[in-house]
């Protein structure tokens, strides 16, 4: 029993012979700290979410959803008729804000209707799948030697295809028999004068029985067209059964504005 117990201490004497003294047997504590924070699983830290500015370099602009959409032109100036080689025409009327209403005869066999949309500084149109752009231009642009000098045109296709004003002298000369005083029913009337330019006249138009107003029309050469209370009208000649009153209905010199509804003759 003696020699039992002698044994095992003397095993334990040789184990902690065999084991480091001194100062560099016990821990580092900093080895210990970094061992304890690399065995720590990591956690992630969410980002503030805020308002983000543009990077550098980009532009504001570029950033816009909705651009501030151009204002459409005024169509004064560009309605009417107009004129191109042997026979060829085209004439434009409102349809809307935006919108006009053409009627072009652009070859000798054939004319066609289109719808036409008001830009900031030219109207377009779809002809035979092809985007076309009708602006402002002068005689020499058409390629139409006969319309080199005219100063009010418009250009479809330069030197290719154009359309342009009648000369003033022969507005002058068309527009007279349209000139004076026409008279309608109990009162009312209307006042043709010449205006300012060629294709330009001067209307007084009394059409109910509280007042009159003055209007500044454009002649093309077979009607006279002007805005009236945010429409616009066309006077064309006619007569007297057109007028929708039954007193004017022998006249046959008379001007129609709306058929069966307004007119007036020559007394």
Same mark, same amino acid.
Do not use: H
């Given at each position: 029993?003696?020699?039992?117990?002698? &044994?095992?201490?003397?095993?334990?004497?040789?184990?902690?012979?065999?084991?480091?003294?001194?100062?560099?047997?016990?821990?580092?504590?900093?080895?210990?700290?970094?061992?304890?924070?690399?065995?720590?699983?990591?956690?992630?830290?969410?980002?503030?979410?805020?308002?983000?500015?543009?990077?550098?370099?980009?532009?504001?602009?570029?950033?816009?959803?909705?651009? +501030?959409?151009?204002?459409?032109?005024?169509?004064?100036?560009?309605?009417?008729?107009?004129? &191109?080689?042997?026979?060829?025409?085209?004439? +434009?009327?409102?349809?809307?804000?935006?919108?006009?209403?053409?009627?072009?005869?652009?070859?000798?066999?054939?004319?066609?209707?289109?719808?036409?949309?008001?830009?900031?500084?030219?109207?377009?149109?779809?002809?035979?799948?092809?985007?076309?752009?009708?602006?402002?231009?002068?005689?020499?642009?058409?390629?139409?030697?006969?319309?080199?000098?005219?100063?009010?045109?418009?250009?479809?296709?330069?030197?290719?295809? &154009?359309?342009?004003?009648?000369?003033?002298?022969?507005?002058?000369?068309?527009?007279?028999?349209?000139?004076?005083?026409?008279?309608?029913?109990?009162?009312?009337?209307?006042?043709?004068?010449?205006?300012?330019?060629?294709?330009?006249?001067?209307?007084?138009?009394?059409?109910?029985?509280?007042?009159?107003?003055?209007?500044?029309?454009?002649?093309?050469?077979?009607?006279?067209?002007?805005?009236?209370?945010?429409?616009?009208?066309?006077?064309?000649?006619?007569?007297?059964?057109?007028?929708?009153?039954?007193?004017?209905?022998?006249?046959?010199?008379?001007?129609?504005?709306?058929?069966?509804?307004?007119?007036?003759?020559?007394?």
């Amino acid at each position: 029993m003696r020699l039992s117990t002698f &044994g095992i201490l003397c095993g334990a004497a040789s184990l902690a012979a065999c084991s480091p003294t001194g100062p560099d047997s016990a821990a580092n504590p900093v080895e210990a700290t970094e061992l304890a924070i690399a065995s720590e699983p990591e956690t992630e830290v969410p980002l503030p979410v805020g308002p983000t500015s543009p990077s550098p370099g980009s532009n504001a602009s570029d950033q816009s959803i909705n651009p +501030i959409p151009t204002a459409p032109m005024s169509l004064t100036g560009w309605t009417g008729e107009w004129f &191109g080689p042997e026979g060829l025409s085209l004439t +434009i009327r409102s349809d809307g804000p935006r919108r006009v209403r053409i009627n072009l005869k652009d070859s000798l066999d054939s004319s066609a209707q289109y719808v036409g949309q008001v830009n900031s500084d030219s109207i377009s149109f779809e002809r035979q799948g092809v985007t076309e752009t009708l602006r402002r231009g002068v005689g020499t642009e058409t390629g139409f030697s006969f319309l080199r000098s005219r100063k009010d045109c418009l250009i479809v296709r330069t030197n290719q295809e &154009g359309y342009c004003r009648r000369a003033a002298s022969q507005n002058a000369s068309a527009l007279t028999p349209w000139l004076g005083r026409w008279q309608g029913p109990e009162g009312l009337f209307m006042d043709v004068q010449p205006g300012a330019s060629g294709d330009q006249v001067r209307l007084t138009v009394k059409d109910n029985l509280d007042s009159q107003d003055n209007y500044v029309g454009r002649f093309d050469g077979s009607a006279i067209r002007f805005e009236r209370r945010g429409r616009t009208e066309a006077i064309r000649r006619g007569n007297g059964s057109e007028t929708g009153f039954s007193f004017l209905r022998s006249r046959q010199d008379c001007l129609i504005v709306i058929a069966g509804r307004e007119g007036y003759c020559r007394p």
